[in-house]
């Protein structure tokens, strides 16, 4: 029984040991809506000018005011519009 239970703990042991030494390849996503780019090598960048503006009809000049946000899908961010939501740009 003993015998079993060092056993138990010596897999434990290494198992904990293993699954803190191993580096994570994937990065954090970010969903910046202000479209700056962070830094590619620590970041997963969402979003960007080009992809807030295709969210928008291409009769839409960007800049513009007066239109709310459509529906959209940025990586695992979605989002539904249809109310007084907006984006501000510069």
């Given amino acids: 029984m003993m015998k079993r239970l060092h056993l138990l703990y010596l897999f434990l042991i290494i198992g904990g040991l ?41 009769s839409i000049t960007p800049g513009t005011s007066g239109h709310t946000l459509p529906d959209f899908t940025a990586g695992d961010l979605s989002f539904t519009g249809g109310g007084s939501d907006r984006l501000r740009t510069s």
């Fill in 18 to 58: 293993m699954g803190y030494s191993q580096e994570s390849t994937d990065l954090p996503d970010v969903w910046d809506f202000g479209a700056t780019q962070l830094d590619e090598s620590q970041y997963d960048n969402q979003l960007s000018v080009e992809v807030i503006n295709s969210w928008y009809d291409e």
